[in-house]
């Protein structure tokens, strides 16, 4: 599980990145496999180890999902700076109960399910295909 502050523009976190999951998609794959980000999302409740990703104070907090080849990274909004949760897929495990969540390594956000779904309906379903469909080079 890695968590980074991506804020400002940082090379070797970009490239840590793109290692574990992959380049961003070409603008022709894009095309070709449709949307590869979710619209805003409203985060419930994180684990005991995402808890430092918390506002300080009561809020909305958002977060936003963008698929890799090898992963997703949650984009998650705390005030003005921003972290990025990368998730490869083969620790990925997702789960659509009373919240839509996502967990990986013992560590979870968990998303309003009401208020986000709608708006995220396709995106969600393209990524419940991509993790069933994902095979590990």
């Known amino acids: 599980m890695a968590v980074h ?5 940082n090379k070797e976190i970009d490239k840590s ?14 095309l070709k ?5 979710s619209r805003r ?3 419930e409740n994180f684990s005991d180890g995402l808890n430092n990703l918390k506002m300080n104070v009561s809020g909305i907090q958002y977060a936003n999902i963008e698929i890799r080849p090898l992963g997703l990274i949650v984009h998650i909004n705390k005030g003005i ?3 990025a949760w990368t998730i490869p897929f083969y620790q990925l ?3 659509n109960g009373d919240f ?3 967990h990986s390594q013992g560590q979870f956000i968990q998303f309003n399910k009401i208020k986000s779904i709608k708006e995220n309906k396709a995106f969600i379903h393209k990524l419940f295909e991509l993790k069933a469909n994902f095979r590990p080079q």
């Open 41 to 43: 999302l409203i985060i």
């Open 33 to 37: 496999i449709g949307s590869i980000g």
């Open 81 to 83: 700076y921003t972290y």
């Open 5 to 9: 502050n991506i804020t400002y523009k």
């Open 17 to 30: 990145i793109n290692n574990e999951l992959g380049k961003a998609f070409s603008f022709f794959k894009k």
């Open 93 to 95: 495990s997702i789960f």
């Open 100 to 102: 839509f969540t996502l």
